[in-house]
């Protein structure tokens, strides 16, 4: 529901520029959307009580500082800057001492540190995972390619972008390879001076169908438009 198979997106800026994006993210609707938000509310939720029981735990193996268990009523004020240390060891006490606190304690001392680490930490690292995935390629004529491959992370800062200028390409040409019992075929830029092709879309491997509308829409802006056959490696 939230992914659908890699299909292409075609986008031109200019009549020298064209962008070739294959993604799998579902086309946009109001349900989507709805379910999106959904989703993302779980996560966070999922998240926060990951964090909240793996400080628990630590607490009480003495590795971070446990508040106290004493029933004494926090200060009723809330610190004025909310993004400062008091303001978090306020938040972090008053969860401590709520029944719903006391409650993950009990499950935390339950747990084995040496199992809930490892677990706390892919736990965290699927939900900062994205339902979709998203590569392109965009071409200039006249001044070359650049290829763009979206982070899988949420947390992960941009996206793994790499130019190549128009005199450095030897050719775009469409290679083939077993994966399994299946032929895949893939788009390469082949890069004057070095031994390693360049795969396009290297991450979702689209249908011949998609890398052959890629092949022919890239040699047409960057060279200029004529019929050729695709050649295959």
């Known amino acids: 529901m939230f992914t659908t198979p890699p299909r292409l997106q075609i986008r031109r800026p200019s009549p020298t520029t064209t962008e070739f994006t294959v993604t799998t993210r579902p086309p946009p609707t109001v349900t989507l959307h709805f379910l999106r938000l ?3 509310l779980l996560r966070l939720g999922l998240a ?5 029981l793996l400080d628990a735990r630590l607490s009480q193996s003495g590795l971070l500082s446990a508040p106290s268990p004493s029933p004494t009523p926090l200060p009723p004020v809330l610190p004025r800057d909310l993004l400062s240390l008091d303001a978090l060891l ?3 006490a008053g969860v401590h001492r709520s029944p719903a606190g006391l409650a993950l304690s009990r499950a935390a001392a339950a747990v084995p540190l040496p199992v809930l680490l490892p677990v706390a930490a892919l736990a965290l ?7 979709h995935a998203e590569e392109s390629l965009l071409v200039m004529r006249g001044l070359g ?3 763009r ?4 992370d949420y947390w992960a800062p941009g996206a793994a972008t790499r130019f190549i200028p128009t005199e450095k390409i030897r050719d775009v040409l469409v290679n083939e390879a077993f994966r399994g019992f299946e032929v895949r075929y893939y788009l390469v830029v082949v890069v004057e001076g070095e031994e390693d092709l360049v795969v396009v879309f290297p991450g979702l491997l689209p249908r011949r169908r998609i890398v052959e509308a890629v ?3 890239a040699r047409e802006c960057l060279y200029e438009k004529r019929e050729e056959k695709t050649p295959v490696l």
């Open 38 to 40: 959904l989703l993302l």
């Open 215 to 217: 092949w022919r829409g």
């Open 125 to 131: 690292r699927l939900l900062a995972r994205r339902a």
């Open 48 to 52: 926060l009580l990951t964090i909240l």
């Open 145 to 147: 390619v650049q290829t």
């Open 149 to 152: 491959e979206s982070s899988r």
């Open 90 to 92: 306020w938040a972090r």
